[in-house]
């Protein structure tokens, strides 16, 4: 009576090319987003952005390769007959049964939760987005411009990070140093360069150059993992959710076929 465990290894094969499938899109879409679109003059830093979403979502599909083909070996064995000669199938009599459903109900629990973080994740990454882009686009469009001097430059050309540079400027009788990080689009700076510095007149420390957003390294690595993580989860959870699904009535159908030819 080999019927689920067929069932399910052919399951596991049919998911594995879909994984598979996914990731390839996936990889290539960041590679044609971060490296040509976004950020047409980094497309190292695009590749590595890649190949950590292909990690990330590598090591989820092994791990639940492993998983189902363990789960079609289990179901082999409690479909074979016992010392005593009875058959006990996953999903009917026997011993299997309780088993498999044990087994069955915790895996949903994972996945449930796996697609609630990766909800959660995307959540916090619009979140951040509107907390960190509003003000930005709000003092591009109604900051006061003043003239101002680069007074150092941090790590430009340093992919995947962009750099900093430190400028200074005067604003209503008062100076001020403000520390801004550079951008995909912002233009190279040198030190005693004269730029346009676009500031808040509310809070004249809060200033831009060259249109950037202001965003650190630090910021915009957390958003890229809130994306793809939470990207993952949303389109991984479901789908396993529903394959489970489909991969326990296709076990039924087969168990009941076996034990009742026609």
């Not at 879409?29 to 003059?41: D, E, K, Q, S």
């Not at 998983?67 to 299997?96: C, H, I, K, L, S």
Request: hydrophobic fraction near 45%; charged fraction near 15%; proline fraction near 5%.
């Amino acid at each position: 009576m080999r019927g689920p465990s067929v069932s399910r290894m052919r399951f596991a094969r049919v998911m594995l090319q879909v994984q598979l499938a996914c990731m390839a899109v996936g990889a290539v879409a960041l590679v044609y987003i971060f490296g040509y679109r976004a950020h047409p003059h980094q497309i190292g830093s695009a590749f590595l952005i890649a190949a950590v979403y292909v990690v990330v979502t590598g090591i989820p599909t092994i791990l639940m390769q492993r998983a189902w083909r363990a789960q079609a070996r289990r179901a082999a064995a409690a479909a074979a007959p016992g010392a005593d000669g009875v058959m006990t199938t996953e999903n009917g009599g026997g011993f299997g049964a309780p088993r498999a459903r044990k087994s069955f109900r915790s895996q949903r629990r994972t996945w449930l939760s796996v697609t609630l973080l990766g909800a959660a994740m995307l959540i916090a990454f619009l979140v951040l987005v509107d907390h960190y882009e509003g003000p930005a686009l709000a003092l591009e469009s109604s900051g006061v411009h003043v003239e101002g001097v680069i007074s150092s430059v941090i790590g430009q050309r340093m992919a995947p990070a962009d750099g900093a540079v430190d400028v200074q400027y005067s604003y209503a009788g008062q100076s001020f140093d403000a520390h801004i990080y550079r951008d995909d689009t912002s233009p190279v700076y040198h030190v005693g360069e004269a730029v346009t510095v676009t500031l808040d007149p509310s809070d004249p420390s809060v200033a831009t150059v060259g249109g950037s957003d202001n965003e650190s390294p630090g910021l915009v690595a957390l958003l890229i993992v809130l994306l793809l993580g939470g990207g993952v989860g949303v389109l991984i959870g479901p789908g396993m959710l529903i394959a489970m699904r489909l991969s326990r009535q296709r076990a039924r159908r087969a168990t009941i076929q076996a034990d009742h030819p026609a």
